[in-house]
């Protein structure tokens, strides 16, 4: 395929990955969870605001500060309150393409970039007027930062540590991310990323954490989550809903499709190459660790457990599998997709 094609590939797959972020988006009327979204953006002033969320509210305050002031300009309405979570959304698709490609093949960032445009996950999400697309955005820049850093073996302090703050102050569970990767640094990736450097990140970060500790704390004395499958399986499901959306339930067809999915991402784990490698091993460790704390809380503690405060690694599953499906055939890659 020459450029001028590629341009046009690109282009066309980019262009229904923002139609269809933006079509309907007054469809369906406002949800429970949208309700109390706007219920905040209805407020005094932001300081009430920040208030209100403090007490009323488990999440971090910016992005119900963000749809305020986008509320307070066209007012309160389906549109008004979704258009901000499908514009980080829409953006997620040119962060997310500029990810792949930084470390994968052409091919494999093609593939991950038609399966990130029309992921009916993801486009559910940049529907709803919460915080999840806006959580899905920052989590993919701390994690492109994390990993430029391994590949290069020169911590990129500046963008980790502001990208870091966003994402603490746009979700709790940005702390379990960071967790994560202080984890894996101490673990296995000391000697590719400076300890001093990460330290002194860590520190910075920590000292603007501290005003979101009230935040933090109500999340973790809340409430139980209402799950709909028993916790044993709930990992499986919520793959599945990653991959294949929230309205299809597991059937024959879709076993099948899991099944290969997940030989295509077994495919990927076993066969990548020396130049990759670590970059697939690091998004596999992230997503599995991301997943498995709230699933071992659920159990032993409190359940917890929810999708939609896991999609951020709907990106690295979609990444896995594009590379396991660019070993296809030509025609084997077209039935695919």
């Known amino acids: 395929m020459n450029n001028k094609n590629k341009q046009i590939l690109f282009y066309a797959i980019v262009f229904f990955g923002i139609f269809l972020r933006l079509f309907k988006l007054n469809y369906p009327g406002i949800t429970v969870d949208e309700y109390i979204t706007s219920n905040f953006c209805s407020g005094k002033n932001l300081l009430y605001l920040i208030f209100d969320t403090l007490a009323n509210n488990p999440h971090p305050p910016l992005f119900f500060i963000l749809e305020y002031i986008i509320t307070s300009i066209f007012g309160i309405s389906e549109i008004s309150i979704r258009i901000l979570p499908a514009l980080f959304s829409i953006i997620s698709i040119f962060v997310f393409y500029k990810f792949?490609?930084?470390?994968?093949?052409?091919?494999?960032?093609?593939?991950?970039?038609?399966?990130?445009?029309?992921?009916?996950?993801?486009?559910?999400?940049?529907?709803?007027?919460?915080?999840?697309?806006?959580?899905?955005?920052?989590?993919?820049?701390?994690?492109?930062?994390?990993?430029?850093?391994?590949?290069?073996?020169?911590?990129?302090?500046?963008?980790?540590?502001?990208?870091?703050?966003?994402?603490?102050?746009?979700?709790?569970?940005?702390?379990?991310?960071?967790?994560?990767?202080?984890?894996?640094?101490?673990?296995?990736?000391?000697?590719?990323?400076?300890?001093?450097?990460?330290?002194?990140?860590?520190?910075?970060?920590f000292l603007f954490w501290v005003p979101l500790i009230p935040f933090y704390i109500k999340n973790v004395l809340g409430d139980a989550y209402s799950l709909k499958v028993g916790l044993w399986l709930a990992p499986f499901y919520t793959i599945k809903n990653f991959i294949f959306g929230l309205t299809i339930n597991f059937n024959f067809f879709i076993i099948v499709a899991f099944i290969f999915i997940t030989f295509l991402i077994f495919n990927a784990i076993i066969t990548n190459r020396d130049k990759t490698k670590k970059q697939i091993n690091l998004l596999v460790e992230i997503s599995l660790l991301f997943i498995a704390i709230p699933w071992i809380e659920s159990i032993i503690l409190t359940p917890v457990y929810s999708d939609r405060t896991l999609i951020i690694i709907v990106p690295y599953i979609i990444i896995l599998v594009s590379i396991g499906a660019s070993y296809l055939s030509k025609n084997g890659l077209t039935i695919f997709l």
């Open 100 to 205: 792949v490609r930084s470390f994968f093949s052409e091919k494999i960032s093609f593939i991950a970039l038609f399966l990130f445009c029309f992921n009916p996950y993801l486009i559910y999400y940049s529907h709803d007027a919460r915080m999840y697309p806006f959580f899905l955005l920052v989590s993919i820049l701390i994690i492109y930062y994390f990993l430029m850093s391994i590949k290069y073996n020169s911590f990129l302090f500046v963008p980790f540590i502001f990208w870091s703050i966003i994402g603490l102050y746009v979700h709790n569970y940005t702390f379990n991310l960071l967790l994560i990767l202080n984890f894996l640094v101490f673990l296995k990736y000391y000697e590719e990323i400076r300890l001093n450097q990460w330290i002194k990140a860590n520190i910075i970060i």
